[in-house]
């Protein structure tokens, strides 16, 4: 099957820091999806991605969809405490109706 | 609220028993999904269902089977025949429309005894 590649596995960094993660995929695909889930909940959508080339933010959060639809990457700017959780990033086949998702990245952020 | 409700939050198994684990959905979404998920790693596809009385296998069905007789309604039983059960199980459900996201229950932790 499809397989996407998340880096880094794990990020400690200090509060105030920006983050920056990625997703590279050997398949294209049409949607790139990033989720954050906490421990013992279930993901929760942060940004949808439909075009290639695509920069969208939501608030500190900033994710873009690569030009070769293989990659996309979410930056976190100023981290603050709450943003502890892992990071997962996701993409739809070309059907629009399943998901595969990356390996996750854990965020460690320090007071 | 419209939302995904998973139950139960915690779940224990013996050996050899069959566990069903709900999900209902109030947000007339049309596609339901199914999800394991073991520490550390991401989520692998159990079953979907685009549509009422039909679903399909995912990347890991054996040892699962479910149901789709309603809309808002994706059980998953966890049969003895899965060696391995002891997960966090995710439900998932999106509209119908091309390439929409899906959003997520807050799960079942199935353990074994």
């Known amino acids: 099957g499809q397989q996407l590649n998340q880096s880094p596995q794990s990020m400690f960094i200090q509060e105030g820091e920006d983050v920056s993660m990625n997703c590279t995929s050997s398949s294209i695909f049409n949607t790139w999806l990033w989720y954050k889930q906490d421990p013992g909940e279930g993901p929760v959508l942060l940004i949808a991605l439909y075009k290639a080339g695509e920069l969208t933010s939501n608030g500190r959060l900033t994710a873009q969809f690569g030009i070769t639809r293989k990659d996309s990457f979410l930056n976190i700017s100023a981290s603050i405490p709450s943003d502890v959780g892992i990071y997962f990033c996701a993409g739809l086949n070309n059907a629009g109706n399943m998901l595969t998702f990356g390996g996750g990245t854990r965020l460690m952020v320090k007071p | 609220d419209g939302g995904i409700t998973q139950s139960p939050k915690y779940l224990f198994r013996k050996e050899g028993q069959n566990v069903t684990l709900s999900c209902e959905q109030n947000?007339?979404?049309?596609?339901m999904y199914w999800y394991r998920q073991d520490p550390g790693q991401g989520l692998r596809l159990i079953y979907y269902?685009?549509?009422?009385?039909?679903?399909q296998k995912g990347d890991i069905a054996e040892g699962y089977s479910v149901s789709r007789e309603k809309k808002e309604s994706f059980p998953l039983t966890v049969t003895s025949a899965q060696k391995n059960p002891t997960a966090f199980y995710l439900c998932?459900?999106?509209?119908?429309?091309?390439?929409?996201?899906?959003?997520f229950g807050d799960g079942t932790r199935l353990s074994i005894l």
């Open positions: 269902s685009q549509i009422v009385n039909d679903f």
């Open positions: 947000l007339n979404h049309d596609a």
């Open positions: 998932a459900s999106s509209t119908d429309s091309y390439n929409q996201p899906q959003h």
